[in-house]
């Protein structure tokens, strides 16, 4: 077990705190994991752990509170590299295999449940929705959570049939023996950060050192670790927990902004999500939100509402609502 260190006051304030794990040195030094949380006013058993996407961190205030409102006490990691846990001089989003995450996501759990939560909902976007169904899968002899929310997961690569079976697999490969190796760093504004932050086309306000505008280059080892992730997720069946699979109902490929970027998923194809997500367990309910963006909680305030319904909904099915 990671050494742990007090909670201290989180950057967002409003009643947020953190607290660090200090990990096991990986193959290039010192790494830290770093579990916020939000407790409910009133004593309830019930919690959420939210594991975020690729070049991202926790900030989605609302959702907190939502599950708060709901009786939950949340919880996110900010896992190692990403965010409040980027130490100086590491590389961004650096992993050579997905399975270094679950020392983090075990850590955040083990304090979870000495905190008193005996029910805990486990949720992942993006590329954290791909981290916590391994997760899940790998421990599915004995399960240390009660159900998975999936937001937008990344189950597969959104480039053409060539670049998924010939030149990924090839850089995964290469991936092998050079994994610092990679791919240079954008020099483009992204046009889907350009839907979301509210100094353009968004209403959200976010640390662009933690969530970039102009993301770093994928580095060898990182691909290399997706696509053995994708790899496990494609032949995956039977996952032995409740799974709530959301996403949205389109997908945006317009290569400059346009207003179609905020009503649709600028970062994943969508039929993707569907195909490989449904067939993760024997009970999973799909979800698709109209107009939904790739982060569906950040859609526009009537699309959220949406989503909010749809966990709501799945939760009192799944008799995980406070009664």
């Known amino acids: 077990m ?146 998975l929310i999936l937001n937008s997961p990344f189950f597969e690569w959104n480039f053409n049939a060539l670049f998924r079976n010939v030149l990924i697999p090839t850089v995964a490969f290469i991936g092998q023996f050079f994994p610092d190796g990679g791919l240079p760093d954008a020099t483009k504004f992204s046009p889907y950060a350009m839907s979301l932050l509210k100094a353009y086309h968004g209403e959200w306000e976010f640390n662009t050192e933690w969530k970039r505008s102009m993301a770093r280059g994928e580095r060898f080892g990182w691909i290399r670790a997706i696509d053995k992730g994708h790899d496990i997720i494609h032949s995956m069946t039977g996952l032995p927990c409740p799974v709530l699979l959301m996403h949205s109902d389109k997908t945006i490929t317009d290569p400059e902004w346009t207003p179609d970027y905020q009503r649709g998923d600028a970062v994943l194809n969508v039929e993707h999500i569907a195909r490989y997500g449904t067939k993760i367990g024997d009970d999973v309910t799909e979800v698709t939100i109209v107009d939904g963006l790739h982060d569906l909680i950040l859609s526009r305030p009537d699309v959220r509402e949406q989503a909010y319904r749809a966990i709501y909904d799945w939760l009192s099915t799944q008799q995980l609502l406070k009664q």
């Open 2 to 147: 990671a050494r742990a260190q007090y909670y201290q006051p989180d950057v967002l304030g409003n009643g947020f705190e953190q607290h660090t794990f200090v990990m096991p040195d990986d193959y290039h030094g010192r790494v830290v994991s770093t579990l916020v949380r939000k407790m409910a006013p009133d004593t309830v058993h019930s919690a959420v752990l939210y594991v975020h996407g690729y070049n991202d961190y926790f900030f989605q205030e609302d959702m907190a509170n939502r599950f708060i409102d709901w009786g939950y006490n949340f919880y996110a990691i900010d896992l190692r590299k990403y965010g409040r846990s980027l130490l100086p001089g590491q590389r961004e989003y650096e992993v050579r295999d997905m399975s270094e995450y679950y020392a983090d996501i075990d850590s955040a759990l083990s304090v979870i449940r000495r905190e008193g939560n005996d029910r805990v909902v486990l949720m992942g976007h993006s590329t954290g929705g791909l981290t916590t169904t391994l997760y899940c899968h790998a421990h599915r002899d004995n399960m240390p959570v009660d159900a």
